[in-house]
C-alpha cells in the first residue's frame, strides 16, 4: 500500500496486546494512528511513544466501547481526518459454563464483538469510500471454526466476526475497499495471559505466537490482499483439522479440553483485547 502524509488508521483496542503491536506495525509503514481504548489503560502515553519514535501523527480517545454512544463519540472525534484503515480490534472472551456468569459478562461480548464491529464498520464506510484505496481488518479468532462449550458466546461471537467480514468483503469488491479477517489462535499478552496459558494443556498451547509475530503477519497480508488471514503453520494445521474432523467428534474433544482447564484453573475468567470485566486483556 502506498500511504501519504495525510493518512489515517483507526485502530480499537489499541493500548494493550495485539492492538498495540499492530499500532507499531503501522507507524512503522508511516501511517498517521487514530487509537482507541479504554480509559486508565496507558493509551496517552503510547501516542506521545509513537509519535516522538516515528514521527507520524497519533491521536488517542478515551471511550468504553459497550456504552450506546460511543460509536457516535467516535465520528466526532474523527472529524474531517481521511481516515483509510480500520482496524476492529477490540473484543473480549472468556472460559465459564454459561449458567454461572452474568448479564454483564454476556452483554460484554455481545456490544464488543458483534455490536461495535457492526456499527463502527457502518459509520466508517462513507469516509472510506472517499479515499482511493482503503482497508478494514477484523480480528476474528480461530473459535470462529468451531462451537465450543465453555466458551459459548465468544466462538459464536468470532463467528459472527468471520462471517461478516466475508459478506462485506464479497459486497465491496468493487470498490476501492478491501476487507480482511484476521484469525489469531493463543497469543503472549501480556505475563499474566502467558501464565495461564502455560499452565494449560498442550492442545491450549497449540499455536501460541507473539502479538508482534502476529500484528506483523497481519499487516503485511492485509496489504497483499489477502481475504483470510491464519497466521502461523500451526494455526493453519488446526484450522484443517477443524474443517476435516467431524462435529459429532470435534466439539465433545475440543469442549472437554475447556471443560478441564476450567477445573484445574478456577481464577479462569474473561480475558480480552478490550477487557472491562478483568482487565487483564491484551
Known amino acids: 500500500m502506498k500511504t501519504t502524509e495525510n493518512e489515517y488508521a483507526l485502530i480499537t483496542g489499541a493500548s494493550k496486546g495485539l492492538g498495540r503491536a499492530i499500532a507499531y ?9 487514530l487509537l482507541v481504548a479504554l480509559p486508565q489503560e496507558g493509551l496517552t502515553d503510547l501516542c506521545v511513544e509513537i509519535r516522538n519514535e516515528f514521527r507520524i ?14 460509536i457516535a463519540i467516535i465520528d466526532q472525534w474523527v472529524g474531517d481526518r481521511p481516515v483509510s ?10 472460559s465459564k459454563s454459561f449458567e454461572s456468569v452474568d448479564s ?18 457502518w459509520r466508517l464506510l462513507p ?13 476474528s479468532s480461530m473459535a470462529s471454526f468451531s462451537p465450543i462449550a465453555y466458551k459459548t458466546l465468544y466462538p459464536a461471537s468470532k ?11 464479497e459486497e465491496l469488491k468493487d470498490t476501492g475497499i478491501f476487507v480482511s479477517v484476521l484469525n ?45 488471514i491464519i497466521p502461523g503453520i500451526s494455526n493453519q494445521i488446526y484450522r484443517f483439522l477443524m474443517a476435516v474432523v467431524p462435529s459429532p467428534i470435534r466439539i465433545p474433544l475440543i469442549s472437554s479440553f475447556v ?15 478490550y477487557d472491562r470485566l478483568t482487565r487483564k486483556g491484551g
Request: hydrophobic share 40%.
Open 159 to 169: 463467528a459472527f466476526v468471520y462471517n461478516f467480514s466475508r459478506c462485506m468483503s
Open 127 to 139: 469516509r472510506l469510500r472517499k479515499q482511493r484505496e482503503a482497508y478494514i481488518l477484523n480480528v
Open 25 to 33: 506495525e503501522l507507524a512503522a509503514r508511516k501511517m498517521n494512528l
Open 184 to 228: 489469531p489462535g493463543p497469543m503472549q499478552t501480556n505475563s499474566d495471559v502467558c501464565e495461564r496459558v502455560n499452565r494449560q494443556s498442550r492442545v491450549a498451547r497449540f499455536g501460541l505466537m507473539s502479538v508482534r509475530r502476529v500484528a506483523r503477519i497481519a499487516v503485511r497480508d492485509l496489504f497483499r490482499r489477502k481475504k483470510v
Open 259 to 273: 471443560k478441564r482447564e476450567i477445573s484445574q484453573l478456577p481464577g479462569l475468567a474473561c480475558v480480552g483485547s
Open 85 to 94: 484503515i480500520l482496524i476492529n480490534n477490540a473484543g473480549v472472551g472468556g
Open 104 to 121: 454483564n459478562y454476556l452483554n460484554t461480548i455481545i456490544e464488543l464483538n458483534i455490536r461495535t464491529v457492526s456499527l463502527l464498520t
Open 57 to 70: 501523527e497519533a491521536d488517542c480517545l478515551e471511550v468504553d466501547l459497550t456504552q450506546a454512544d460511543s
